[in-house]
C-alpha cells in the first residue's frame, strides 16, 4: 500500500476503536438504565389525511444518562440488542404506553392509537406473547389502540414463526405496521407473507419529492398503488414540509407523520394535538 493509504488505514483502526471504546462506555451504563429511571418515552402525532386530524402517535424511547448526557435510541437499541436487554426494556415500553393511553382516556380521548417500535429480537423472544398478554390483563388497555412496528430485518428471521406471533397479536386486537419500508434488502413477498395493516413509508422517499428528477415521485406512487391493492393503510415518514404533505396527499397518502406535523414530544404536549384542528 502507498504511504496515504498505510496512514488511512491506520486512522480508520483508530476510528474503529474509538467507536467500539464509546461502545463500551454505553454498555456499561446502558444495563443500569432501566434500574435508574433514567429511560422516558415521547411520543410523534401522525395526522389522517382523511380526518384532517392527529389520530396516533409514536412511541420513542429515550435515554437520559447522569453521565452521558442525552444518548439517542440508534445508540443504544443495538446494545440493548445484544444481549437479551432489549425483552425487558421493550416490556417498560409496552407497559408504559398500555398506562399512558389509560391515562388519555380517563382525561376523555378517545379514537386515538399509539404505535410502539418491537425489536425483532424481542418478537422472537420466548416469553413476548405472554409478556403482552400479562401487560393487556394488567393495564386493561384497549388492543385495538396498540400498533406494533416491525421493521423488515424480520425475513432474516424463521418467517412461519414471525407469522403466529404477529396473528396472535392480530386476533387478541393490536394491529401491525411494516416499518421503514423501502430501505431494507428483503422483496416485496413480505408483504404477502405476513399479516400487516399498516405500511409506514421510510422518509427517504419523501425526502426528495420535489426535489430529485422524479424518481422519487415514481416510486412513492408505486408503493402506493401496492399498498392500496394490498388494503394497507399509508403512513408517510419524515413529512418536514407543507409542499411534501400536499404532494403526498395529491398522491393518495392516507397519514403523514414528521417535522412538518410535530417533533417527538413530552405526553402532556402530544395530546393536546388530539384536539387540534386544520393542520392543512
Ligand atoms: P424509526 O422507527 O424509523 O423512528 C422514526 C425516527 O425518525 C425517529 O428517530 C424520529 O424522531 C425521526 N423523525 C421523525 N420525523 C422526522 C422528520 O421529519 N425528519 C427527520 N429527519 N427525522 C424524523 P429517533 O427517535 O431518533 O429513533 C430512531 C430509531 O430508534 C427509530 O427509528 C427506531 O428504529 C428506534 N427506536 C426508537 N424507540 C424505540 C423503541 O422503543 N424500541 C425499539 N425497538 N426501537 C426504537
Ligand atoms: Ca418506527
Ligand atoms: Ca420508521
Ligand atoms: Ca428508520
Given amino acids: 500500500a502507498n504511504k496515504s493509504g498505510g496512514n488511512q488505514f491506520v486512522y480508520f483502526t483508530e476510528q474503529l476503536a474509538k467507536e ?14 432501566l434500574e435508574n429511571d433514567e429511560f422516558y418515552l415521547v411520543y410523534q402525532p401522525i395526522f389522517s389525511i382523511s380526518v384532517d386530524q392527529v389520530v396516533s402517535f409514536e412511541t420513542l424511547l429515550r435515554w437520559k444518562s447522569p453521565v452521558l448526557g442525552e ?15 432489549i425483552v425487558k426494556v421493550g416490556s417498560w415500553v409496552i407497559r ?33 406473547l405472554r409478556d403482552v398478554e400479562t401487560i393487556l ?11 406494533f412496528e416491525i421493521t423488515e430485518s424480520i425475513v432474516a428471521q424463521n418467517i412461519d414463526s414471525a407469522k403466529r406471533i404477529l396473528e396472535t397479536l392480530n386476533s387478541v386486537g393490536i394491529k401491525i405496521a411494516l416499518d421503514d419500508f ?10 404477502k407473507m405476513l399479516p400487516f395493516q ?17 424518481e422519487s415521485r415514481a ?21 418536514e414540509t407543507k409542499e411534501q404533505l400536499l404532494l403526498l396527499k395529491e398522491m393518495g397518502a392516507h397519514r403523514i407523520q414528521g417535522y412538518y406535523i410535530s417533533k417527538p414530544v413530552a405526553p402532556m404536549i402530544a395530546v393536546e394535538f388530539l384536539s387540534k384542528k386544520d393542520k392543512v
Avoid at 427517504?204 to 419529492?209: K, L, N, P, S, T
Fill in 20 to 33: 467500539s471504546e464509546n461502545n463500551r462506555r454505553i454498555a456499561k451504563k446502558i444495563y443500569q438504565a
Fill in 182 to 191: 423501502g430501505t431494507g434488502y428483503s422483496s416485496l413477498s413480505i408483504l
Fill in 137 to 147: 390483563a394488567e393495564t386493561f388497555v384497549e388492543p385495538r389502540m396498540l400498533i
Fill in 96 to 128: 408504559q404506553v398500555a398506562l399512558q393511553v389509560k391515562k388519555w382516556e380517563l382525561e376523555g380521548y378517545k379514537d386515538f392509537t399509539v404505535t410502539v417500535n418491537i425489536s425483532v429480537k424481542q418478537l422472537q423472544h420466548p416469553t413476548f
Fill in 219 to 239: 416510486i412513492l406512487k408505486g408503493i402506493l398503488e401496492i399498498a392500496s391493492g394490498l388494503e394497507l393503510t399509508t403512513i408517510m415518514e419524515g413529512v
Fill in 198 to 214: 399498516f405500511m409506514k413509508v421510510d422518509r427517504a422517499f419523501v425526502m426528495e419529492v420535489e426535489s430529485d428528477g422524479g
Fill in 71 to 85: 444518548v439517542g435510541p440508534v445508540d443504544f437499541i443495538p446494545l440493548l440488542e445484544e444481549n437479551d436487554s
